[in-house]
T-cell receptor, first 115, second 110 residues
Framework: SAVISQKPSRDICQRGTSLTIQCQVDSQVTMMFWYRQQPGQSLTLIATANQGSEATYESGFVIDKFPISRPNLTFSTLTVSNMSPEDSSIYLC????????????FGPGTRLTVL | RKEVEQDPGPFNVPEGATVAFNCTYSNSASQSFFWYRQDCRKEPKLLMSVYSSGNEDGRFTAQLNRASQYISLLIRDSKLSDSATYLCVVNLRTGNQFYFGTGTSLTVIP
């Protein structure tokens, strides 16, 4: 299985600021995704990170609020912009397409608290 | 209608018990199926893939019923360490769309 790292692992931020989360995969993947998971809830897909082009966002998520980059196959960033307390959540990145499988592997998550 | 539906539980079972979870999916074009395990404050981790022929890994057995569009997970001889949330995941391989259930919470009691 892939090793996926994220940083920061957690942060506490002030309302109105922005935070960029980094995701690094140790081997090439075809797909990378960003999810949000609020306490006691399941995962909600924010977007699919596309290499070298704009991410594909799910309904309810927009690029201005969650800009995403994926400059190469193994690295992606998610920015949570102009944060409000409602953005407090765990943000998870995942990768799939390793070794011709369609299984997803997840990073350890970033726990964000917005005051 | 949600793409994937699970009974959220919680399931509280004694050690040694057998417990089964079901998950239904709405899209008959779904192509691959998985069970993930998520411990509190941790990321989801793949438990097992689910094949039409069934899949067994030690105390865990997963089954797929395409006609009825559900998958199941059976845990035999439950251990305390099995306590976690179990997520059902369905992949429409077209576009690589993954759909997650809300998870079923299991607590194994001494």
């Amino acid at each position: 299985s892939a090793v996926i790292s994220q940083k920061p692992s957690r942060d506490i931020c002030q309302r109105g600021t922005s935070l960029t989360i980094q995701c690094q995969v140790d081997s090439q993947v075809t797909m990378m995704f960003w999810y949000r998971q609020q306490p006691g809830q399941s995962l909600t897909l924010i977007a699919t990170a596309n290499q070298g082009s704009e991410a594909t966002y799910e309904s309810g998520f927009v690029i201005d609020k969650f800009p995403i980059s994926r400059p190469n196959l193994t690295f992606s960033t998610l920015t949570v912009s102009n944060m409000s307390p409602e953005d407090s959540s765990i943000y998870l990145c995942s990768g799939s397409g390793l070794k011709n499988t369609d299984t997803q592997y997840f990073g350890p998550g970033t726990r964000l608290t917005v005051l | 209608r949600k793409e994937v539906e699970q009974d959220p539980g919680p399931f509280n079972v004694p050690e040694g018990a057998t417990v089964a979870f079901n998950c239904t999916y709405s899209n008959s074009a779904s192509q691959s199926f998985f069970w993930y395990r998520q411990d509190c404050r941790k990321e989801p981790k793949l438990l097992m893939s689910v094949y039409s022929s069934g899949n067994e890994d030690g105390r865990f057995t997963a089954q797929l019923n395409r006609a009825s569009q559900y998958i199941s997970l059976l845990i035999r001889d439950s251990k305390l360490s099995d306590s976690a949330t179990y997520l059902c995941v369905v992949n429409l391989r077209t576009g690589n769309q993954f759909y997650f259930g809300t998870g079923t919470s299991l607590t194994v009691i001494p």
